[in-house]
């Protein structure tokens, strides 16, 4: 997952810039490119800014077996983990992301590149 999403980072980070600058695309208009990835590198990274402690970013809290039917939930609240489940962010680590959101969308996130 994180080579596709790095892949799609370097879409946007290449393309952005050309459609504006160069195809002279949408004038008038401007663009925030929010990279997201960046942003769960940071949670990972630094989990107790984001996590309560003790924070877990490697395991998430819902665990399932191979068919998917039966599955546990950790002792340890949601809030202490970045991962619902094996491919789902949890609810803090969705607030981190909404909470970021609202900085893009006022031109003040430092995950966000403008044009």
Known sequence: MKEYTSLVN?????????ELLIAKRYPGASFAVYDVHSLLTDVYNHPEQYLTSPA???APYRQCDATGKVCTDAKDGLDHYMWFDDLHPSEKTDQAIAHE?????????KYATYW
Request: proline share 5%; aromatic share 20%; hydrophobic share 40%.
């Open 10 to 18: 370097a879409v946007f980070d290449y393309r952005t810039p050309y």
């Open 56 to 58: 877990n970013v490697t």
């Open 101 to 109: 959101f609202v900085n893009v969308v006022e031109g003040t996130s």
